[in-house]
């Protein structure tokens, strides 16, 4: 038989496993990683390097020098390194048994840059109720999510549920279009995985055991035999893309409708200020700006005298100082995005920048701050003051009937009288 079956690469799994301190030692690690690829795994990255993920307790030796793999196999990539793992590997040799640890087991050893992600997270019928709810909010609340849109009283139709489910035999689509559910549609850095580690694993039992913090262990009653029913969150960026259509669609169908999305998840504007440290590196932040989806419609240099620096920071007579003593010049950027003002405090990061580096590295704050003083970057959170800072900064630009995308570039670029943009 010459038949080859291609397999799909969408269909492969990811998952980590790391080699411990004791196997390596004992040499073992050259033949750990053979007979991963000879069950069919394919190696996506490896490092070798003493074990620093305090937060990850492994039951292994992680005393010493690891070997820490990302691998790539089948559909059942979990189950076959369960049942390769008794006889076949090292017993100092870890693998992440479900999706959930895999997520958690990458971001720890493998961290990733991340950018601003949306996904869907909704809560079954049984569970929608004020008590639960309150968890749910409190929750994506703690680990800052932006909530674009909610719906505490979602009648899914089944077409919706469906289109929902449609890579997922395992949920019961009547079960979820049976009564009223909640549904979320979410943003922050690195939103999808984040959202499945919010989630947690997937029965009742090991969420409560192992990620007691997690949706499906705060919410899931004795009577639950399988958390997974009772939160559903994307998996992928591809599949938030297409959740979020299927949430939104009002007639029930389930098919994207572009006019839908935008009317739920309304494009809105934001001002940002680049204080006079990271004014020579303006095109890196405008591109990690359009990195996290921000369309940048124009920029203006902005010279502050003391009494103007006065005027913007009126709380703050230390920065005041110091913008208006730094070469006087700022750079402002005129931004927009789907609830710009949200996503835009998620991605500033905290005010210190040394605070931001150790809990929010991936914010631009960590990235261009230096100190509390000079943090690198302003920018006004609500729409009174984003309203003023248009009218004082972009006086050509009106921010309720100013278009998204290149055309809004085009028309600002056109009206500006000596515009940076």
């Known amino acids: 038989d010459n038949t080859i079956t291609i397999m799909s690469i969408a269909s492969f799994v990811e998952t980590v496993v790391v080699i411990g301190a004791s196997a390596v030692r004992r040499g073992q690690v050259d033949a750990t990683v053979e007979r991963i690829k000879e069950a069919g795994f394919l190696l996506v990255d490896r490092h070798q390097k003493p074990f620093q993920a305090s937060g990850l307790d492994l039951p292994i030796d992680t005393n010493g020098v690891v070997v ?36 958690r087991d990458r971001a720890a050893l493998f961290p990733m840059p991340q950018v601003l992600e949306r996904t869907v997270v909704l809560v079954h019928p049984a569970h929608n109720n004020d008590e639960q709810i309150a968890v749910v909010e409190r929750a994506l609340a703690d680990h800052d999510f932006v909530v ?115 009317k739920a998840l309304p494009v809105t504007h934001g001002v940002v200020l680049l204080l006079p440290d990271v004014v020579s590196e303006w095109h890196r932040v405008q591109y990690e700006l359009e990195r996290h989806g921000f369309t940048i419609i124009a920029s203006e240099r902005v010279y502050m005298s003391k009494q103007r620096a006065s005027e913007y920071f009126p709380l703050d007579d230390a920065l005041a100082a110091h913008v208006s003593a730094s070469g006087n010049e ?92």
């Open 148 to 262: 674009l849109h909610s719906d505490k009283d979602a009648k899914l139709s089944p077409h919706q549920v469906a289109s929902l489910f449609m890579h997922d035999d395992e949920k019961d689509p009547a079960d979820w279009s049976s009564g009223a559910a909640a549904v979320y549609v979410v943003e922050r850095l690195g939103g999808v995985a984040h959202g499945q580690l919010l989630a947690g694993p997937n029965t009742v039992a090991v969420a409560r055991a192992r990620a007691p913090q997690s949706l499906r262990a705060l919410l899931a009653s004795a009577d639950d035999e399988d958390a997974e029913h009772v939160v559903h969150v994307s998996t992928s960026v591809e599949n938030a893309e297409h959740d979020i259509a299927a949430v939104l669609s009002s007639d029930g169908s389930g098919e994207r409708k572009e006019a839908e999305t935008s």
């Open 330 to 421: 700022l750079k402002a950027l005129l931004v927009s995005k789907a609830c710009a003002l949200e996503t835009l405090r998620v991605v500033l990061g905290p005010d210190d920048p040394e605070v931001a580096r150790q809990t929010h590295p991936e914010s631009l704050r960590a990235k261009f701050g230096t100190d509390a003083l000079r943090n690198g970057l302003r920018a006004p959170l609500d729409m009174s003051s984003t309203r003023r800072y248009v009218r004082d900064l972009f006086p050509y630009a009106k921010i309720d009937t100013v278009p998204v995308g290149h055309r809004a570039i085009d028309r600002v670029m056109h009206a500006a009288p000596d515009g940076d943009a």
């Open 68 to 103: 820490s793999l990302v691998v790539k196999g089948p559909a059942d990539a979990f189950s076959v390194l369960a049942k390769i793992a008794p006889t076949e590997l090292d017993e100092d040799v870890y693998f992440s048994p479900e999706t959930y640890f895999a997520l």
